[in-house]
Nanobody
Framework: QVQLVESGGGLVQPGGSLRLSCAAS????????MGWYRQAPGKQRELVAA???????FYGDSVKGRFTISRDNAKNTVYLQMNSLKPEDTAVYYC????????????????WGQGTQVTVSS
């Protein structure tokens, strides 16, 4: 059974940084595209970032230049480095995984984590 477990969320001041981690088990991690989505209260879920098996990266427009997605296949973990955080980045952040990159980017990935809360506030 595939499990995705996110960690690293918390409360941070505007302009600060956080690094989220998503540890995968029960699957051959290196064969899966991985991604991060987020959902704020009252808003639709939106793509934050995705990374292909080969390491190509994709970002939502609102986070380009501030967030960086990376993966460590040896540790079965995908990371999301978030810099210059803004109050509008406040949301629950979800990790997802699928063999297909398009599914990850569209939000149709087969596997999802439980989410981790990120709150940006002074």
């Amino acid at each position: 059974q595939v499990q995705l477990v996110e960690s690293g969320g918390g409360l941070v001041q505007p302009g600060g940084s956080l690094r989220l981690s998503c540890a995968a088990s029960g699957t051959i991690f290196s064969r899966n595209a991985m991604g991060w989505y987020r959902q704020a209260p009252g808003k639709q879920r939106e793509l934050v970032a995705a990374i292909s098996v080969g390491g190509s990266t994709f970002y939502g427009d609102s986070v380009k230049g501030r967030f960086t997605i990376s993966r460590d296949n040896a540790k079965n973990t995908v990371y999301l480095q978030m810099n210059s955080l803004k109050p509008e980045d406040t949301a629950v952040y979800y990790c997802n995984a699928d063999r297909g990159l398009s599914e990850v980017v569209r939000g149709d990935a087969y596997y999802w984590g439980q989410g981790t809360q990120v709150t940006v506030s002074s």
